[in-house]
């Protein structure tokens, strides 16, 4: 696969992930739509693939999955992907 074709793969595959994350928010599964919404892997980010698997981290994680800090994890996440794709397509 070159460049051109993994870049649009990980177009495509962050589309559908951002459309499974918008479906899970709706449904008020706040903490895997920021475990799908760690596309970018940035350190806050990241964590939320840690703290939404692993059974310790799980529970306490769920807690602090309130509608509005998902929707502000979001909103951030939304931002860097259109960050992202700029810098991509320039």
Same mark, same amino acid.
């Given at each position: 696969?070159?460049?051109?074709?993994?870049?649009?793969?990980?177009?495509?595959?962050?589309?559908?992930?951002?459309?499974?994350?918008?479906?899970?928010?709706? $449904?008020?599964?706040? &903490?895997?739509?920021?475990?799908?919404?760690? /596309? %970018?892997?940035? @350190?806050?980010?990241?964590?939320?693939? *840690?703290?939404?698997?692993?059974?310790?981290?799980?529970?306490?994680? $769920?807690?602090?999955? &309130?509608?509005?800090?998902?929707?502000?994890? /979001? %909103?951030?996440? @939304?931002?860097?992907?259109?960050?992202? *794709?700029?810098?991509?397509?320039?």
């Amino acid at each position: 696969m070159d460049n051109k074709q993994a870049i649009n793969y990980w177009i495509k595959s962050a589309e559908a992930d951002w459309q499974v994350v918008n479906h899970l928010f709706e $449904k008020r599964d706040y &903490t895997y739509a920021l475990f799908f919404g760690q /596309i %970018a892997l940035l @350190e806050t980010i990241t964590d939320f693939n *840690l703290e939404a698997r692993y059974p310790d981290e799980r529970f306490l994680f $769920k807690k602090k999955c &309130t509608k509005k800090f998902t929707a502000k994890y /979001i %909103a951030e996440i @939304e931002y860097l992907k259109q960050w992202l *794709l700029k810098q991509i397509q320039s």
